[in-house]
């Protein structure tokens, strides 16, 4: 029997069907690869960082926590606290008192005590966090929550 | 006539179990030598003829070849290391520590992976400035070029991600600025940044991913790729010598 080029025949109609599971079966396994590579619980530390009672730090003082990563500073006008990760590419700054400077090892980004770049490639100032004093009288500082710039706590 | 080793060679290639073995059989004839090549699993991937010029030191300078061994060597000595190394933050530190200072010739085999590490990469850059002053990435070796830069993008992951597997400073830092670099890719920047640190930051997940694409992953996906590299030489008409050719492969309709 001669056939058109309209009809459906059964090999064709299986190798759409063949197609089709296997189009559906990579389009699966692609959410579940990306879900399965996404972890759901990281047991990293906690944003949240207790640096104690506000009287450990001097007025017109700059106290670097390396473990949390970030300066709490007493300035006149209050407390505040940066983050110690460089903008540029996420290096350890650490704070130069003899320069009076915030300086980055990596690629020589420096800042000055409020955070402002004074040199170097940085593209944003040091972040200021947000602080605040909990029940029992200690500072906190919530590293994952930036504050806008000269957002000072009196306590 | 006395007993030769030419003739133990010739008795040894014509017992059972040698031509069980190896199918070519014995002889020097031009079709046995050819066999030899092309019957053998390994040796198949060259042509069996090829042009003397293509063999000279000159051609080449051997670059390819010694990117091949620089591969070959990481490959023996990483597996080794790996009997000693824990991917895990408390401890691969002091592995990497212990193989310097407590393992029988542990120093020799970090030290040799290291520094052919680093030949590796300076070979397969070498190997592709050679190529490209030579033109001979020009058609029919245009697709080969292009495994070629894929290969050097491997080559160049690998040595990344083994960077941060003896986790100390340098490691830790190094890998923090890379995956930075990393998440200023346009839109998923982020995204992939931290599927591949599998976290915010460079902890535990990110040693162990690490520690999985530079043992597993790239080795396997390089190792593949190399082997079509090699096949394409032969089939795109065996090394480039600079004389006019006539197109390798079928003909267009």
């Known amino acids: 029997m001669e056939q058109s080029k309209d009809d459906v025949t059964r090999r064709g109609s299986f190798i759409k069907i063949g197609i089709g599971s296997l189009a559906v079966a990579g389009c699966g396994a692609a959410v579940f690869g990306y879900q399965f590579l996404s972890p759901n619980v990281l047991y990293e530390p906690s944003p949240i960082a207790n640096v104690g009672k506000p009287d450990r730090f001097p007025p017109d003082s700059v106290t670097v926590d390396l473990v949390a990563g970030i300066y709490i500073m007493h300035a006149a006008e209050g407390f505040y606290a940066l983050t110690a990760t460089c903008t540029h590419l996420g290096c350890l700054t650490a704070w130069k008192p003899d320069l009076n400077i915030i300086a980055c090892p990596c690629h020589g980004s420096k800042f000055n005590r409020r955070g402002v770049k004074i040199d170097g490639p940085a593209p944003r100032p040091l972040a200021w966090l947000k602080v605040w004093v909990n029940d029992e009288g200690d500072l906190l500082v919530d590293r994952s929550t930036p ?6 706590v009196r306590v | 006539m006395p007993p030769t080793i030419e003739g133990y060679w010739n008795d040894l290639r014509s017992t ?8 070519s059989g014995t002889g ?6 050819a066999l030899a090549v092309q019957q053998n699993v390994f040796l198949h991937l060259a042509s069996v003829k090829m042009r003397r010029r293509s063999l000279a030191f000159s051609a080449t300078w051997y670059l390819g070849t010694m990117s091949l061994a620089t591969f070959l060597i990481l490959t023996a000595t990483g597996i080794l290391l790996m009997l000693y190394y824990h991917p895990s933050v408390p401890q691969a530190y002091a592995d990497m520590k212990d193989l310097q200072f407590v393992v029988s010739a542990g120093v020799f085999l970090r030290n040799l992976h290291r520094w052919s590490a680093h030949a590796m990469v300076f070979l397969v850059f070498a190997h592709m400035f050679k190529v490209f002053y030579r033109g001979a990435y020009r058609p029919p070796r245009e697709f080969n070029w292009v495994i070629g830069v894929i290969l050097l993008i491997l080559t160049l992951f690998l040595s990344y991600t083994g960077y941060l597997l003896p986790w100390d400073q340098l490691a830790f830092w190094a890998i923090t600025v890379g ?7 346009p839109v998923m920047g982020r995204k992939v940044r931290f599927l591949m640190l599998g976290g915010n930051t460079v902890n535990a997940n990110a040693l162990l991913r690490f520690y999985v694409l530079h043992c597993v992953i790239l080795p396997l996906v390089a190792g593949l790729l190399i082997a079509i590299h090699f096949w394409r030489i032969r ?7 600079g004389q ?5 492969g079928a003909p267009n309709e």
């Open chain 1, 147 to 152: 504050v806008p710039q000269d957002h000072f």
């Open chain 2, 16 to 23: 059972k179990v040698w031509r069980s073995v190896f199918r």
């Open chain 2, 28 to 33: 020097t004839s031009t079709l046995h030598r």
């Open chain 2, 179 to 185: 995956a930075n670099i990393m998440s200023a890719v």
């Open chain 2, 235 to 241: 089939k795109d008409g065996g090394l480039h010598t």
């Open chain 2, 244 to 248: 006019v050719e006539t197109p390798a």
